[in-house]
């Protein structure tokens, strides 16, 4: 149950966004996409639900054309979790993940036992029973979220794209969330932010710089200072995870370039 | 509904009208004033507001989805003002004479199709419609062909005038069995395939790309409604002017009450904005008896001060909280 891209292309407004992307999501791993921002992360995962049309390539699932599929079908095998969204509408959270089961349903068919249970226990694997009766539009950004996933888990799909899930949220909803996805039986495709966090989560990660992919790998291999600054173009120093032994960001200040980095300076005050 | 039947100039009981609707419905009607008060002049007109407001409420709740804006009506797109220059071309220089009575709903269905392909036309990009530029051309070109209808009061005589400015603000006093089948048949088809909609559209309330994670084809889906609402909207000018308010507060209003799932919004919009509706209508044709007023006054009358005390009830509609 592997999602496969196949030298994929997408063109917006006639330029071309992202160029010849190959990458192999394996079954149950969890593989992140990386790159600064307007790298194309948004764009190949947008391309796979079927907001852009590739120009050229494949999306494979299994190894049958994803993109053939009838969107109802496609939507039953990939589920999408994006940005903390706002909806104009109010939606109670039972309701919210309800809509979750839109691909299962045909234009009269009303919900049944099977769904009500489904989306009950969507709502209580991301531990907000508590909230079923709530607006959505009233919880705070890392609850909207986890009820979102549930949203997704209620689709009852066996692939996941995330968004950068863990944009605007706190270091402790950030840790929440990807605990979660990681916690899933299901083959996770994340765009992420934050590299120290997704070496901490991801199998394995995938490093993009302006709409093609630099290097791919383990965390350990692709996130080094040198790929940093060759896609970020930033200066960051790489350490050792103390518990995982996972790469990890330490950003410097470049207005201090002049000063030896083993130097003890001075704590400066945090603004 | 029996209510609006029986009020009026002369009043009949709710079972005086009963009586008559079987009558007629059993195949032998009687030969009496009441029966031509309730089957040849009430019974019509009531029907037509009724299918109307149904219409206008489904369509407004649809139209305020596919824009993600709450303050999206039916009319957005040119159709209100686009049907009031092809009426007042028909009510002031006598177009399509030809046609009898038919004339000026031609000719408000003709002006709200070519407002409708105009705003569609001007707003395409590529191959999709962006809500956003939809709004825009569908503002600007309205504004341009209200001036249009405005200068052609200017040219016309002011007898005329007149009865342009009573269609503008719309009614159902022209209704009668000859006209009512069409437009009501197509705008029951119409709400028909919208109450069909609710899942998808419950969906493409999230967003349009959200929508097609959850497997809706948002570009058709769009382009659906979007010809679905507009020619409603423009059925419904054609055969009672442009009633203004209905299709922009009802559907709040049945939103703050049943909560936003479009499978309950839809079906409660078409028994709340049909009776919302019959009472406005019947309020119009006795407030000022034997006078008729517009009832796009009573409409915005009624609606306003509802909407204000239902919002101010429950503050959190449409992300007010933010």
Not at chain 1, 133 to 147: A, C, D, Y
Not at chain 1, 233 to 249: N, Y
Not at chain 2, 284 to 307: D, N, S, Y
Request: glycine letters at 8%; aromatic letters at 6%; charged letters at 15%.
């Amino acid at each position: 149950m592997s999602l496969d891209l196949v030298g994929l292309s997408v063109d917006i407004a006639g330029r071309r966004i992202v160029s010849d992307i190959d990458i192999t999501v394996p079954e149950g791993r969890f593989v992140g996409l990386l790159g600064p921002n307007g790298s194309g992360k948004s764009t190949i995962l947008k391309a796979i639900y079927r907001v852009h049309r590739p120009v050229t390539g494949q999306v494979l699932l299994d190894g049958v054309d994803l993109l053939s599929m009838r969107p109802k079908d496609a939507a039953r095998r990939i589920a999408v979790v994006a940005q903390e969204s706002t909806v104009e509408f109010d939606f109670t959270v039972f309701e919210m993940v309800m809509i979750g089961r839109t691909p299962h349903k045909g234009a009269f068919d009303r919900d049944d036992d099977t769904d009500r249970a489904v989306v009950a226990e969507a709502i209580e694997r991301v531990g907000c029973e508590d909230l079923t009766h709530r607006s959505f539009n009233t919880l705070s950004g890392g609850e909207k979220q986890r009820v979102l996933i549930a949203r997704a888990i209620a689709q009852g799909a066996d692939h996941l794209i995330l968004d950068e899930p863990t944009n605007h949220l706190d270091i402790r909803y950030q840790l929440e969330v990807l605990e979660l996805v990681a916690g899933f039986d299901m083959t996770v495709l994340a765009a992420l932010h934050d590299l120290s966090l997704a070496a901490l989560f991801c199998d394995s990660v995938c490093l993009l710089a302006d709409g093609v992919i630099v290097t791919s790998g383990p965390p350990k291999a692709v996130i080094t200072a040198e790929m940093v600054r060759h896609a970020y173009g930033a200066d960051v120093l790489v350490i050792e995870h103390p518990e995982s032994g996972t790469p990890h960001l330490i950003p410097r200040r470049t207005s201090r370039e002049g000063l030896p980095l083993d130097r003890p300076t001075r704590p400066t005050p945090i603004q | 509904m029996t209510l609006g039947i029986g009020i009026g100039s002369v009043s009949l009981s709710p079972r005086a009208v009963w009586q008559v609707i079987v009558d007629h419905l059993a195949g032998h009607p009687r030969n009496t004033v009441a029966d031509a008060i309730v089957w040849q002049i009430r019974l019509p007109r009531v029907l037509l507001a009724a299918v109307v407001g149904a219409a206008l409420t489904t369509a407004g709740a649809v139209v305020q989805v596919l824009v993600r804006n709450a303050l999206a009506d039916p009319f957005l797109l040119g159709i209100s003002s686009g049907a009031s220059v092809g009426a007042t071309a028909v009510l002031l220089f006598g177009a399509f004479a030809s046609l009898g009575i038919w004339a000026v709903s031609l000719g408000s269905v003709l002006g709200a199709l070519a407002a409708m392909t105009a705003v569609f036309l001007v707003s395409r990009t590529r191959r999709q419609l962006a809500p956003t530029q939809l709004i825009l051309v569908g503002v600007v070109l309205s504004a341009l062909f209200e001036s249009v209808t405005s200068f052609l009061i200017f040219r016309g005589n002011p007898q005329a005038t007149q009865s342009v400015l009573f269609w503008l603000l719309g009614s159902f006093g022209n209704a009668n069995w000859t006209q009512l089948p069409i437009p009501a048949i197509a705008l029951a088809v119409a709400i028909g395939y919208q109450l069909a909609q609710g899942r998808p559209l419950n969906a493409f309330a999230m967003g349009a790309e959200p929508a097609a994670s959850l497997g809706v084809d948002v570009h058709r889906l769009r382009r659906n409604l979007f010809i679905v609402t507009s020619l409603m909207a423009g059925v419904a000018v054609a055969v009672s002017g442009v009633i203004g308010f209905v299709g922009l507060v009802v559907p709040h209003i049945v939103r703050l009450m049943v909560g936003s799932d479009h499978r309950r919004v839809l079906p409660v919009g078409v028994v709340f904005g049909a009776s919302f509706m019959v009472l406005g209508d019947l309020l119009a044709r006795t407030i000022v008896a034997p006078q008729e007023m517009p009832i796009g006054v009573i409409t915005a009358f009624i609606g306003a001060p509802t909407l204000i005390v239902l919002i101010r009830r429950r503050p959190y509609l449409y992300g007010a909280t933010q």
